[in-house]
């Protein structure tokens, strides 16, 4: 089921009248089937849109569709969502299979119906041995699994997450984000997935859209989008180390960088440019221009160097049997790797 938002807008007022814009005109397609990340710094207005798609919170403008169903005004419970937030909210008091099974109390499913979707459910996440437990018998990441099973118990069209795995250690987060991957994929149901967690949305979502004071940066494939930031904001916001960003300058096709030193070529007519290269777009090559490095540390398969570029403190990350450890290196950026920015706007030139 396609989830289609047109103009989303939610704007707070406070006591003393001050407005608050969290999400500002949001215009969005969610593909059946596929997996959304919601992805911006904290207070960007990920959980209001989640809220809004889910009914909890009251749109002050625009339209919510689920597939050519208008569900703008819809009570939550008619919506057919299911919502995991980021504390489990499970009934500590119930056993597992109870909490699975209390979304389909008052609708028309007889008890013996109800116990084979609550398996059928704790199958697909993987908890089928721990349905007699109580929820705090069950690791963080078991209890989120088990929250998901009744988010799906009544076969939603939608699944709603948010902040799902902010709760769990970094192993847990890491196992239970394949696991919500893999969920979402057998069943095939239409998701939006809320983080502030770049690395997060980048491996589970097939498409992320950013969000900065509630305002849409860019929608793309995740790679798509670490590739081609369509702004500055977006390209400091992917990638870990970060992007490397400066104010350079274009002269006759060549982007140059404090005095003279030439890092690349460019169509762009000249000017002054914000510049931004990743740290791994960097490579080891006679040719380049020379450096001299701060720091050389090692980290897994790759070398990490802090070094100094017409005045600006940068970082690459090159492949370790490239490195030696002498203080001096030469360095090219890779072709085509080189991101150019509008100075004022942001906006990507080339
Ligand atoms: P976080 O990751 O910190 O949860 P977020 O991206 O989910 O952040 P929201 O919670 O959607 O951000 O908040 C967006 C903006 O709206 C923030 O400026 C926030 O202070 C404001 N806001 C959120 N809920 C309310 C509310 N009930 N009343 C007033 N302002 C609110």
Known sequence: MEIRLEGLTKVFTDKTGKETRAVDELTITV????LVGLLGPSGCGKS?????????HKPSGGKIFFGEDDVTKLAP???GIGLVFQNYALYPHMTVRQNIMFP?????????QALVLVEEMADLVGIKDQLDKKPSQLSGGQQQRVAIARALVKKPRVLLLDEPLSNLDARLRLQTREEIKRIQRETGITTVFVTHDQEEAMSISDQMVVLN???????????DMYNHPDNLFVAKFLGNPPI?????????GNIIIGEDIVVGQTQAKDGIYAVGI?????????????????TIERI???TMIRFNLGGVAMRALLESDTVTTTETINLMVKPGKIHLFDLESGSVVL
């Open 104 to 112: 389909l109390e008052n609708l028309n499913v007889s008890h013996k």
């Open 244 to 252: 490397n960003t400066f104010e350079g300058r274009v002269e006759k």
């Open 300 to 302: 897994g398969r790759d």
């Open 77 to 79: 419970e008619k919506r």
């Open 278 to 294: 990743r740290p791994e777009d960097f490579k080891v090559d006679p040719r380049g221009f020379e450096v001299s490095t701060d």
């Open 31 to 34: 593909p059946s089937g596929k």
């Open 213 to 223: 004071y509630g305002v849409m940066q860019q929608m793309a494939a995740p790679q």
């Open 48 to 56: 209001t849109t989640l809220f809004m798609i889910a009914g909890l």
